[in-house]
């Protein structure tokens, strides 16, 4: 199959840096290109796969201190991309509802899957205001804010099978991986763990919006037993997760998806989170972590942890959130999109 991966250009492909929606444009391109298919990755020049790359901007936007605006380069990727359509079968964008107006116009079958929160209020009227176009979620709950657009699938993202992989060494912490943010709630995890009387180690970014948050909350609540180790890549990840009693994700908000959640089941670590978003979907609550409505059920929850197995989170892992996995969903999506709706069967009384 000839398909074209689609991604923003803020980050390079996988990202030098953090970036959630390109670290999964890079696993799902290298896995499709692993099954023979053929493809192209429209991204900035910095990127790096084994795909074709057709390089439209130079750099990663925001690792360029000479770009005031973002959108110019982002309108060349469409009409890039408008250009070469006709040499795919599908056209497959990361770029929410960009691609809506421009590609409804021409006869490649295209498909965008939608990586953020869908609650922002911006959103209905936008969807409302452009031509129906296909679209996956990365979550069932993600879909609830946005009913009215056209879901063909969900998928789960994955991760390559041994990206991350258990290491032998004992848990002497608890673990909270991603973003110092009030969303992700790091002062509920700093709390959990100082209540359950283990330490913590946070091995989290601070991004420059979040400076204050972290100034004014986080900071003062920072000790020996609560560690910021700042941010950390794939390299250090499974020693991070392996030595981790648990995983914290005491999150406030509809995460839509979490790939913390399945880096740490990659390890076998078990994950304690706040049921609000995909958490639900991901943990299975008292087989890969718990899930608890309060810091009070955390702390519970913590002193249960070594009823879990952490091989059995792991077999958990590789049966439900490998980058195979999530390939072959997509394959699977691309081609229903291939098939003419007239030839399509259908069903009568």
């Known amino acids: 199959m000839r398909i074209a991966q689609i991604a923003p250009l803020t980050e390079a492909v996988p990202p030098k840096l953090y970036g959630g ?19 192209t990755l429209f991204a900035s020049g910095d990127s790096v796969t084994r795909a074709k790359l057709e390089a439209v901007w130079p750099r990663a936007l925001r690792l360029d201190p000479t770009i005031r605006d973002f959108m110019g380069p982002h309108v060349l990727l469409m009409e890039r991309v408008r250009q070469m359509a006709h040499e795919f079968d599908v056209l497959h964008f990361h770029m929410d509802y960009w691609p809506a107006s421009l590609f409804s116009r021409q006869g490649v079958p295209f498909v965008t899957t939608l990586h953020g929160r869908l609650d922002l ?7 409302a205001g452009l031509p129906p176009m296909n679209v996956v979620s990365i979550s069932d709950n993600q879909r609830l804010p946005l009913p009215e657009a056209n879901f063909i699938a969900t998928i789960h993202h994955g991760l390559p099978e041994y990206l991350l992989t258990p290491r032998p060494m004992a848990q002497e912490y608890v673990g909270f991986l991603g973003r110092i943010c009030p969303e992700k709630r790091p002062d509920r995890a700093i709390r959990i763990a100082r209540a ?78 706040y049921g609000h978003g995909s958490v639900p979907e991901i943990i299975e609550d008292g087989v890969t972590g718990f899930i ?17 197995s952490r ?19 997509y394959l699977d999506t691309y ?13 009568v009384g």
């Open 21 to 39: 929606t390109e670290r999964v444009v890079s696993f799902l391109t290298e896995e499709l290109v692993a099954m023979g298919h053929d493809v």
């Open 121 to 127: 209020p911006e959103l209905r009227p936008i969807f």
């Open 196 to 273: 359950a009387g283990i330490n913590l180690r946070l091995a989290a970014k601070v991004d420059r919006a979040d400076i204050d948050y972290h100034e004014s909350t986080i900071k003062p609540m920072l000790g020996p037993d609560a560690d910021l180790i700042g941010e950390i890549d794939d390299r250090n990840k499974p020693e991070f997760l392996s030595g981790a009693k648990a995983l914290l994700m005491p999150i406030d908000w509809p995460e839509p998806f979490g790939l913390v959640m399945i880096e740490a089941m990659a390890c076998g670590t078990p994950v304690i989170a």
């Open 292 to 308: 608890v409505d309060s810091e009070e059920e955390a702390v519970a929850a913590l002193r249960r942890i070594g009823d879990l």
């Open 311 to 329: 091989t059995r989170i792991r077999a958990e892992f590789e049966r439900r959130f490998t980058a195979r996995r999530m390939a072959e969903d």
């Open 335 to 347: 081609e229903r999109l291939m098939v003419p709706k007239s030839d399509r069967l259908r069903l």
